[in-house]
C-alpha cells in the first residue's frame, strides 16, 4: 500500500474471514452478522491533570458479538488507538474465543493516551472514569462484557477498573467477574503470567505430536531434541522457551532487539535473561556466538521459529530465506500475507497467532470462572486428593512389599493446586483446538493453510451458535 491513509485494519480482517468463509456453507446472511460490530462506544470525558489544566480523552469500546455472553477483550493504552483498530481487534477475538472453545463473544477497549506521558495518578483517574462510563452505559459487568490487559495495561490498571466498578454497583456478588488479568489479592488467578508462553508450547507439541504433519514436513514425532529459535525474550517469549527447553529441545538461539545469540547445544533462557539484565543486553553471552542483526536469528536452519516480539517480521522479503520447518505465531501479527504465500510454497507450517497465543484469554476465562464461583481452585479437592492418594500408595507398598523413591512419592501424592489446574485446563483448551483446526483442514485439503482452517473452524463455531441461537425477530 503506497499509503496508510485509506488502510483498515478491520477492512484486512474482514478479507481474511471472506477469504476463509469460501470454505463454509453458511448463508451469506449469517456471515454478514457474523463479520459485524454489533456496539461501538466512542466515549470523549475531561481529566484534571496534575497541572491543574483539563485534558479531553478519547476512548473505545467495542462489541464485536453477542453470540455468547458476556463480551471479552482487552484495553489497550497507546496513541495509537482508534475506532477501526478498535472494531478489528474486537472482532478477532471472536474469532480466536471461537478457536479455544472459550464461550465469551468478542470485545476491545482503547484509550487514546500514552501512558508514559501521565502520572501514576492522572493514569488512576482516567482508568477510573473509562470505568464509570462503561457502567453508565452498561457496557461492562460480568455478565456483559468483561475486559482484561492489553498494550499498556497490567494487573494495576485492572485493580482500579474493578474496585470502581464494585463501588458503582454495591452488592454485586460477581463483581469481582467484571474483568480478568486482575493481581492475585484481587480475584486474580495463578498462572496468568505464563499462559501465554505456556499456550504456545502447547499448541506446538500437539502439532509435533500428529504423525502425518512430521512426516510431510520431514520431522520426527515429539518436541524432544528440536531445535528452536525465539524472538523476543519478554513475558511470552521468555516462558515459550522455557516450556521448551524443559520438555528436552534445543534453543539454539535468542533474538532480542539489540542483537541475537547462537548457541548450537542449547541456551538456558533464564541465564539469557539474568545475563541482559546485569549488562543491558543479550550479546556477549558465555558460550554463545553472536550474530551480526537480529533479525539474522529468524533465517537460521532450525525446526521451530517462535517470533514473540512484534508484528510483520517476516514478510516477503525475508520470508524466502527462512529455513525453519515449523512457525509459531507467539506475536501478534508477526508474518505478512505476503510470506504465507511464500510459506505455503515452501512447505513451511505456520501456526497461526489467533489460536497459538490465545493462553491468555483462556487462563482469562478460568480467572472469571473462579471469580463467579467464590472459590480458588483446588481448594475443595487438594486435601481430599492427597489423602486418597496416600492411602493408595501405602495399600501398594504393603501389597508389594516395595516402596517408592522420595521424590517419586512426593510426585504421586500431589494434590491439585490452582496453578495445577490452570496449567491442565490450559493444556486441554490447546491440545482440543489444534485438533479441531487440523481435522477442518482434513476435511478441506483445498485449504491453503493453518491460519484460513482456523478462520474457518472459528466461523463453523460462530454461526453454529446463530443458527441454533435462531435470529430475534
Ligand atoms: P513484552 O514487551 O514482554 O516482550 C517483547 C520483547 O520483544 C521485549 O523484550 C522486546 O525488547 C523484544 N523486542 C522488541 N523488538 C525486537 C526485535 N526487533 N527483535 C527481537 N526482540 C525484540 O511483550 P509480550 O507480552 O511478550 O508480547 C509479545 C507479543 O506477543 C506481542 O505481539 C503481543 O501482542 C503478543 N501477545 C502477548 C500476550 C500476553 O499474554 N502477554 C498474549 C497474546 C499475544
Not at 464485536?64 to 472494531?87: A, L, T, W
Not at 490465545?358 to 473462579?370: C, D, I, N, P, Q
Not at 493453518?450 to 463453523?460: D, K
Request: glycine share 10%; aromatic share 8%; charged share 25%.
Amino acid at each position: 500500500m503506497s499509503s496508510n491513509q485509506h488502510y483498515s485494519f478491520f477492512h484486512s480482517v474482514e478479507r481474511s474471514f471472506d477469504k476463509a468463509a469460501k470454505f463454509t456453507k453458511w448463508d451469506l446472511g449469517i456471515l454478514e452478522q457474523i463479520k459485524a460490530c454489533n456496539s461501538v462506544y466512542q466515549m470523549r470525558f475531561p481529566v484534571k491533570l496534575d497541572n491543574g489544566k483539563i485534558e479531553v480523552i478519547e476512548a473505545y469500546r467495542v462489541q464485536h458479538s453477542q453470540h455468547k455472553s458476556p463480551c471479552k477483550g482487552g484495553i489497550r493504552f497507546s496513541d495509537e488507538v482508534n475506532q477501526d483498530e478498535v472494531m478489528a481487534l474486537a472482532s478477532l477475538m471472536t474469532y480466536k474465543c471461537a478457536i479455544v472453545n472459550v464461550p465469551f463473544g468478542g470485545g476491545k477497549g482503547g484509550i487514546k493516551i500514552n501512558p508514559k506521558k501521565y502520572s501514576t495518578y492522572e493514569l488512576e483517574k482516567i482508568t477510573r472514569r473509562y470505568t464509570a462510563e462503561l457502567v453508565k452505559k452498561n457496557f461492562i459487568g460480568p455478565g456483559i462484557d468483561v475486559p482484561a490487559p492489553d498494550y499498556g495495561t497490567g494487573p494495576r490498571e485492572m485493580s482500579w477498573i474493578v474496585d470502581t466498578y464494585a463501588s458503582l454497583k454495591p452488592g454485586e456478588i460477581d463483581a469481582a467477574g467484571c474483568v480478568t488479568g486482575k493481581p492475585v489479592t484481587q480475584g486474580g488467578v495463578r498462572g496468568r503470567t505464563e499462559a501465554t508462553g505456556l499456550g504456545v508450547f502447547f499448541g506446538i507439541r500437539e502439532v509435533c505430536n500428529m504423525p502425518d504433519v512430521m512426516q510431510k514436513l520431514g520431522l520426527t514425532i515429539g518436541v524432544e531434541n528440536k531445535k528452536v529459535v525465539v524472538q523476543g525474550l519478554g513475558n511470552v517469549g521468555y516462558h515459550s522457551a522455557k516450556f521448551f527447553r524443559e520438555a528436552g529441545a534445543k534453543v539454539i538461539a535468542l533474538a532480542e532487539y539489540e542483537g541475537a545469540i547462537f548457541n548450537e547445544n542449547g541456551l538456558n533462557e533464564e541465564e539469557v535473561f539474568q545475563h541482559r539484565k546485569a549488562t543491558g543486553s543479550i550479546l556477549n553471552f558465555p558460550g554463545a556466538t553472536n550474530l551480526a542483526k537480529n533479525s539474522d536469528a529468524l533465517e537460521l536452519a532450525c525446526d521451530i521459529l517462535i517470533p514473540a516480539a512484534l508484528e510483520n517480521v517476516i514478510n516477503g522479503e525475508n520470508a524466502p530465506r527462512v529455513q525453519a520447518k515449523i512457525i509459531g505465531e507467539a506475536a501478534n501479527g508477526p508474518c505478512t500475507p505476503e510470506a504465507d504465500e511464500v510459506f505455503i510454497k515452501k512447505g513451511i507450517l505456520c501456526v497461526p497467532d489467533m489460536y497459538l497465543n490465545a493462553g491468555g484469554v483462556t487462563v482469562s476465562y478460568f480467572e472469571w470462572l473462579k471469580n463467579l464461583s467464590h472459590v480458588r481452585y483446588g481448594r475443595m479437592e487438594k486435601r481430599f486428593t492427597e489423602n486418597m492418594n496416600t492411602h493408595i500408595l501405602s495399600q501398594i507398598e504393603e501389597l508389594t512389599g516395595k516402596n517408592v523413591t522420595e521424590s517419586e512419592r512426593k510426585f504421586i501424592m500431589h494434590g491439585p493446586d490452582e496453578h495445577d489446574l490452570v496449567h491442565s485446563g490450559l493444556e486441554e483448551t490447546m491440545i482440543n483446538a489444534t485438533r479441531e483446526i487440523m481435522d477442518v483442514w482434513k476435511d478441506n485439503p483445498e485449504i491453503p493453510d493453518m491460519r484460513t482452517a482456523a478462520y474457518v473452524s472459528a466461523i463453523n463455531k460462530v454461526a453454529t451458535s446463530y443458527a441454533e441461537l435462531g435470529i430475534f425477530p
